[in-house]
């Protein structure tokens, strides 16, 4: 074994849900008879009708399929909710922890958030949502954003959850591509202090075309800000679910049959609608959360992600909710009112398990160690990561400073298409290393290639494939499956592929470089190039514009625009402020450039092809490591950009 290694303290594996040797078997155990394991594993959840199929699954081009349980019969919303109820209900689900510290906490009971639940689920009902109907969410990380959630689940309602901090173009995409009939939205977020226009940017979506298909918007008062009511368009949340019985019979759905809808960015065009469905899906969420968090029926764990996103749905919502357990959730951000937040937090609640973002990390180490260690932080056992590399610097950081050495930190690397986590350590099974997300979980096959698709063993780098499937894979793209095939198993045949860069050392361990594609990851959010670049050119300014990622400190990359004007336009602060607006307004802030250049012209190939491996090298500052530049057409771009970067 290399040096840097962080052995399972000897205390944590006594105890471990999941050993050392535990791991060795079971790993092998999944590859060897993915049947039985599967069949075994699935038993964890609740089903109407128990599955007699387990693995169904094809990758070959002309025979493409991906089932799992496919004659099983569940309800997702009774697995997170009602079999608790007899042994449970009076445990506290959730604790709701408002933007503001001051403000009240609410203890939600699994008695009572069923029946909030079935509440909003028969509300639904009357108003004319059923089975495979889609159900836009976009509410601040309150409450009844899980109550939504499950509530579609209850009744087979698809949902789709838009992260809060989009901007009505970004809505109004979603709602046209999945014919979304109904929305769910607040008066107002609130994050850290600042208020956000949720209910105005959903009328102001709904203005959009091709959104047509929405005939209800139910408003939950949560500010108590001023908002315009289009009746009969628009009804108050509490207004409809009010006097609705407590109960509600669930929809029996097929472990194939649709649960949820969530958008995200590609290398090119629009957001793909990532599809997952009922059963393969829960079982991931719900054993991955168990495993890697070691979850023990007194823990308190605390996911720090946005429902918005993944790790929401699967670390908030389906994952602990089915696993019976007691979970923060927090409407504010990580440095308000300061930078002890996050650690106040825990004391306040005692947090056991802690999963966050490596940006987080890295912003509040910015702060220095004052803010953590004016708190106790003694609840904690085990510490997460999600969404990007994590530098081996934040990695200590967070180990010494925040765990006080104590709690094996579990980096955990995954995708929205994944469902769940597919790489990390097992707190009580494999020694950490930082920077590296480890092993692969039980059934996951990762492996190397080179550009041609070539397996490259030991010791290497590369990009990261599977060779095979789990039962919590993304099933398609919604509405365009070809998409779905050509993005994810054209690249190479047999296996899906990734889009991430991988290093495997040689103790067989896995180190994710980074995506290879077209893909920036800002603070653990992904956004696509061309998103930004389509958003930069619809103004009447601009010619033309390439965007490309660049390491940031602090967000792991930024991005960086290169804008070409078109003939007689003058490039001054003011147009590059607007076209800074220009982004916010029509993707959201997450995709706000950190830098504009103004590019008289951009390298192209031959061909037109725009080549991005230069520009990046040029945002880097690196012009040194520009390498080969004679396939281009007019090689002299690049000189002219260079020294405006220089000078910049
Ligand atoms: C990156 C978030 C390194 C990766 C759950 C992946 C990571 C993309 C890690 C998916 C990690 C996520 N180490 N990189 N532990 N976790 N990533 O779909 O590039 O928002 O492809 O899912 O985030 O982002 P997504």
Redesign the pocket.
């Given at each position: 074994m290399s040096a840097d290694v962080y052995p399972v303290p000897d205390a944590f594996a006594a105890n471990a849900r999941i050993r050392r040797d535990d791991y060795q078997r079971l790993y092998a155990e999944s590859l060897r008879d993915p049947d039985a394991f599967w069949g075994e594993a699935a038993k964890r959840l609740d089903w109407m009708r128990a599955p007699t199929r387990v693995k169904d699954v094809s990758y070959a081009l002309e025979d493409f399929r991906i089932r799992w349980f496919a004659d099983g019969e569940l309800n997702a919303s009774v697995n997170c909710l009602d079999r608790h109820l007899e042994t449970r209900g009076g445990k506290t689900a959730l604790i709701f922890e408002p933007d503001s510290p001051d403000g009240d906490v609410q203890r939600i009971s699994y008695r009572e958030l069923h029946a909030r639940v079935c509440k909003l689920a028969n509300a639904l009902r009357n108003l004319g949502i059923g089975k495979g109907d889609r159900v836009t969410i976009y509410l601040p990380m309150i409450p009844e954003a899980v109550v939504a959630m499950l509530a579609c689940a209850r009744i087979g309602a698809v949902h789709m959850v838009v992260f809060g901090g989009f901007a009505p173009n970004s809505i109004a995409d979603r709602v046209a591509d999945c014919g979304s009939k109904l929305i769910i939205t607040a008066d107002e977020g609130l994050r850290g202090g600042k208020k956000v226009a949720l209910k105005a940017n959903v009328d102001a979506a709904l203005k959009l075309p091709g959104t047509n298909s929405v005939e209800t918007v139910l408003v939950v008062r949560h500010t108590d800000g001023a908002v315009d009511m289009q009746m009969p368009r628009d009804r108050w949340y509490d207004a409809v679910v009010d006097g609705q019985p407590g109960e509600c019979e669930p929809e029996r759905m097929n472990a194939e049959d649709p649960l949820f809808i969530l958008y995200?960015s590609g290398s090119t065009g629009k957001p793909k609608g990532v599809l997952h469905t009922t059963g393969g899906y829960l079982l991931w969420a719900a054993y991955t959360h168990e495993a890697v968090f070691d979850l023990r029926d007194d823990d308190v764990f605390w996911c720090t992600a946005d429902v918005g996103?993944?790790?929401g749905h699967s670390y908030i919502v389906y994952g602990p909710l089915a696993n019976g357990a007691t979970e923060v959730i927090f409407e504010g951000v990580p440095n308000f009112p300061d930078a002890s937040r996050f650690w106040q937090t825990i004391d306040k609640h005692q947090v056991s398990l802690f999963y966050t973002a490596p940006t987080a990390i890295r912003a509040l180490m910015r702060e220095g160690d004052a803010p953590v260690k004016r708190t106790s932080r003694a609840s904690l056992r085990v510490l997460g990561?999600?969404?990007?590399?994590?530098n081996p610097e934040a990695w200590r950081w967070y180990h010494e400073t925040v765990g006080d050495a104590r709690c094996p930190i579990v980096?955990?690397?995954?995708?929205?298409?994944t469902g769940g986590i597919l790489i990390s350590p097992l707190p009580g099974a494999i020694d950490a290393k930082p920077g590296s997300?480890t092993r692969p979980f039980f059934g996951v096959q990762p492996a190397i290639v080179d550009a041609e698709g070539k397996r490259l063993e030991g010791a290497t780098e590369g990009n990261l494939v599977l060779l095979d499937s789990w039962p919590g894979q993304m099933r398609t793209v919604y509405g365009d499956h070809q998409r779905f095939i050509d993005t994810y198993f054209k690249t190479y045949p047999g296996s899906y592929f990734?889009?991430?860069g991988c290093r495997r050392d040689e103790d067989g361990y896995y180190w994710?470089t980074?995506?290879v594609d077209d893909v920036i990851?800002v603070s653990?959010?992904?956004i696509g190039t061309a998103e930004v670049e389509s958003a930069l050119v619809s103004h009447h300014d601009v010619a033309e514009a390439a965007v490309v990622g660049f390491p940031h400190d602090i967000k792991g990359q930024g991005i960086y625009a290169y804008v070409t004007l078109k003939q007689g336009i003058e490039a001054n602060d003011d147009l590059r402020k607007a076209l800074v607006q220009q982004v916010r307004s029509e993707i959201g802030p997450t995709a706000t450039p950190d830098h504009i250049q103004w590019a008289p012209g951009l390298p192209k190939t031959r061909s037109g092809k725009i080549m991005r491996r230069i520009l990046r090298k040029i945002a880097e500052n690196a012009p040194d490591q520009l390498g080969d530049t004679s396939t281009l057409a007019d090689p002299s771009v690049v000189d002219a950009l260079v020294r405006e970067r220089r000078e910049a």
């Open positions: 995200t996103w993944v790790t990561t999600v969404g990007e590399p994590i980096d955990t690397w995954w995708q929205t298409e997300a990734t889009g991430d994710i980074g995506r990851n653990g959010h992904r």
